[in-house]
C-alpha cells in the first residue's frame, strides 16, 4: 500500500521532518516494521524499485540494488526491470492510483513532469541527496524543479557517431565531420546499403540535426516556439536531403533494431547513438573495430543533447526512510564505478572521472568531453511531451507525407497547442 497524495506539500513536510529527526519509531505510523524507518537505528521495510535500462544494463543494475539489501538486512529491495518505453505514463498511472514504485529511475525529462504532478518527494534535506558539490552541474540542473530538488543522478549521456573502422579504411574515407561529408562519401562504399543510418522513431535522434542548424524546439525562456523557423526548416530538409542522396537508409516501424541490425552486419558504416549502445556495439563488432566521434556537424555547428537519468522517490512512498538510503547508495560514488568500468556509461559524479579505471576507458575519454558541451534540454513539466509530435511530423515527413516545411511547420503549430506559446 501506499499513502494517498492527495495532499503532496503535507507529505512533503512530513518526510523532511521525519528525516530531520532521523527517523523514528512511529514515523508513518508503522514504526520500523514496514515503512522504511528505523528500529535500533537499523533500516527496514521493502523498496520497489523500477528500473527503465535495457537488457544488458539491468543484468548490472539489479545485482547492484540487490547489494543494497544485502547490506541491509532488514530491508527488501523488489527489482522491476519495466523498460524505458511507455515508462513516463505508467509510473505516472501508477502514482494516480497510489501504487507506484518507492524509486524509479526516471529519464531526465521526466523529472519536472513528475514533480509538478506532486508524484516526486522533495529531497533536499534527506540522506538522498550526498555530497552535492560533487555531482557535474548540468548533471544536477535536471534535478531540479520549482526551487526543489526532486532527483538524483544516476548517469548522463548524449549521442555521437559509432563507425566501423574497417568499413571506413576499405572504403578509404576519413571519419565525417559535417552531414555534407557523410553525402559526399556514398559513392566511395561497395556493397553497403548506404554509408549511415538515420534512425527515424525517434525525435530524440532528431535533436543533432536541429542543433547542427542552430534551431531547438523551444526557447523555454521567452516561452516561444521555435522549431518551425528558418533554422528548424533547415535541419528537416538536412534529414530528406541524406536521404534522397542515398546516403543514409532509416526504417521508421522497427528503428532500434534495424539500426543496430544494420550496423552489425555491416550494411551501413555510421550511425548515432548513445554511450548505453556501447556493450551491444562492441559485441556486434568487436572493441577494436568500434569508432566513436562527434555527431556530424550541420550548417551551422556540431550539437548534441544532453541526456541522462536519475533517481527519483515517490512522494507516497511507506518506504521513505529506506528509499532515500537506496537512492543515497545507488548514486555513490562506489556504485557509479562500479557502472562505468561494466558498461562504459558516463558518471554524475566528478570525484569518479579522477579513478583510474574510469580516466582509461576510452568511451568515456570521449563523451565526457561530449557531455561538457551537450545541449541542454527544456527542464519544463512539458519537455517530454514535444517529442510525440516532432516524432510524428518527422516520419510523415520520412513516409513522403509532407514537406520538410509543412513537417516543421505542423510541429510548431503542436507545440503552440501544447504550451500555449507564441
Not at 131 to 145: P, R
Not at 256 to 272: D, P, R, T, Y
Amino acid at each position: 500500500m501506499r499513502r494517498s497524495i492527495g495532499t503532496t506539500a503535507v507529505i512533503a513536510a512530513l518526510a523532511l521532518a521525519a528525516t530531520a529527526c532521523g527517523g523514528s519509531d512511529d514515523d508513518g505510523g508503522n514504526g520500523g516494521s514496514g515503512n522504511g524507518g528505523t528500529s535500533g537505528g537499523e533500516l527496514s521495510g521493502t523498496v520497489t524499485f523500477w528500473d527503465t535500462s535495457n537488457e544488458t544494463e539491468a543484468k548490472v543494475f539489479k545485482a547492484v540494488a540487490e547489494e543494497f539489501g544485502d547490506q541491509h538486512p532488514g530491508v527488501t529491495v523488489e527489482y522491476v526491470n519495466i523498460g524505458w518505453d511507455g515508462a513516463q505514463d505508467r509510473f505516472k498511472n501508477a502514482a494516480g492510483a497510489n501504487e507506484a514504485p518507492d524509486v524509479m529511475r526516471t529519464e531526465v525529462a521526466w523529472v519536472s513532469d513528475f514533480a509538478n504532478l506532486g508524484y516526486l518527494a522533495p529531497l533536499e534535506d534527506t540522506p538522498a541527496v550526498d555530497n552535492q558539490e560533487d555531482y557535474l552541474e548540468q548533471a544536477w540542473a535536471s534535478t531540479q524543479f520549482d526551487g526543489h530538488t526532486y532527483a538524483v543522478p544516476q548517469v548522463i549521456d548524449t549521442l555521437a557517431l559509432f563507425y566501423n573502422k574497417s568499413l571506413l579504411d576499405e572504403a578509404g574515407v576519413e571519419v565525417p565531420g559535417t552531414l555534407e561529408d557523410i553525402k559526399n562519401s556514398k559513392d566511395a562504399f561497395s556493397g553497403l546499403e548506404a554509408p549511415f543510418y538515420l534512425r527515424g522513431d525517434d525525435a530524440y535522434w532528431m535533436l543533432p540535426y536541429l542543433y547542427g542548424e542552430g534551431a531547438d524546439l523551444v526557447d523555454a525562456g521567452n516561452q516561444k516556439v521555435t522549431v518551425d523557423e528558418p533554422a528548424g526548416v533547415a535541419a528537416f530538409e538536412a534529414v530528406q536531403d541524406l536521404l534522397d542522396s542515398g546516403a543514409a537508409i532509416t526504417d521508421t516501424v522497427d528503428g532500434w533494431e534495424a539500426m543496430m541490425s544494420s550496423f552489425a552486419e555491416g550494411k551501413v558504416a555510421m550511425m548515432i547513438n548513445g554511450p548505453w549502445a556501447i556493450a551491444d556495439a562492441t559485441a556486434a563488432i568487436g572493441e577494436e573495430n568500434l569508432g566513436v566521434a562527434p555527431v556530424p556537424a550541420g550548417g551551422a555547428s556540431q550539437g548534441a543533447p544532453q541526456g541522462g537519468w536519475n533517481y527519483g522517490v515517490y512522494a507516497g512512498s511507506d518506504a521513505l526512510d529506506a528509499s532515500y538510503a537506496f537512492v543515497k547508495y545507488m548514486s555513490s560514488a562506489e556504485v557509479q564505478q562500479k557502472i562505468t568500468e561494466e558498461l562504459s556509461l558516463l558518471p554524475t559524479r566528478k570525484s569518479v572521472y579522477e579513478v583510474e579505471s574510469v580516466a582509461s576507458n576510452e568511451m568515456v575519454q570521449f563523451f565526457a568531453p561530449a557531455v561538457e558541451v551537450a545541449h541542454e534540454r527544456a527542464w519544463i513539466p512539458e519537455a517530454n511531451s514535444l517529442f510525440d509530435p516532432l516524432k510524428e511530423e518527422f516520419e510523415a515527413m520520412l513516409l513522403g507525407q509532407s514537406t520538410p516545411e509543412e513537417a516543421a511547420r505542423k510541429t510548431g503549430d503542436r507545440y503552440r497547442d501544447l504550451l500555449g506559446w507564441e
